[in-house]
Each structure stands twice: as structure tokens, then as C-alpha cells.
Nanobody, 123 residues
């Protein structure tokens, strides 16, 4: 089992920045692919970013490319999502997730999920 706890969400004005953190506990964190997803009411959960266990491989949704940066610190069992130039359409609940097998952007490929943290971007 892996437990994931997100933090760092909040209210920010458009153009501002936030850094989300996801602290993991349980099984060996460094062997998991870590991802960030987001969801707004009435919509499906969507992929934001992922990072492989071997640091250096990252991927992003087109909507956040160039504005968001994912990183991980295996010594601290933590993955981060630095969000810059935030837009109102980035408003969502952001979820951290861990996948044991597949480096993927698909929700179904992730085995463990955090409880989510709200990000609200005002115009």
C-alpha cells in the first residue's frame, strides 16, 4: 500500500503561481511512476503530468505544457507540481497518484490516489 497526501492548494489570482506537494508513505516510493491529475465538477478526471521513477522522464498535458513543472525528491518521498502563469481554467481539485507498472496518462493505470487539494484561480 501507498498513502498519498497532497498539500499546497489554495486561491490565487490569474498569472500567479502555486506549488503542490504530494507526500508518500508505505511502499518504496522511488519505484513508482507519479502523476498529477485534476477534476472539475461534472467532468472526468484528466491527466496533468507524470514523472517516471528514473528521474528525467516527464510528460505534460498540452494545456499545461510550458507552465507546469513536475519533479520528485525520492529521498523525501515527495513529488511536486510547480504551477506558474495560472489561468482560471486551471481551477480544479488536483490529485496525486502512483502507478507501479505503467508510465501512463490514463487514470486507470494508477493504483493509488491522494484525497485531492483544491486549486482556485480567480480572474
Amino acid at each position: 500500500q501507498v498513502q498519498l497526501v497532497e498539500s499546497g492548494g489554495g486561491l490565487v489570482q490569474a498569472g500567479g503561481s502555486l506549488r503542490l506537494s504530494c507526500a508518500a508513505s508505505g511502499r518504496t516510493f522511488s519505484r513508482f511512476i507519479m502523476g498529477w491529475f485534476r477534476q472539475t465538477p461534472g467532468k472526468e478526471r484528466e491527466f496533468v503530468s507524470a514523472i517516471s521513477w528514473k528521474v528525467g522522464s516527464t510528460s505534460y498535458a498540452d494545456s499545461v505544457k510550458g507552465r507546469f513543472t513536475i519533479s520528485r525528491d525520492n529521498a523525501k518521498n515527495t513529488v511536486y507540481l510547480q504551477m506558474n502563469s495560472l489561468k482560471p481554467e486551471d481551477t480544479a481539485v488536483y490529485y496525486c497518484a502512483a502507478a507501479g507498472l505503467v508510465y501512463s496518462s490514463k487514470v486507470d493505470d494508477y493504483d493509488y490516489w491522494g484525497q485531492g487539494t483544491q486549486v482556485t484561480v480567480s480572474s
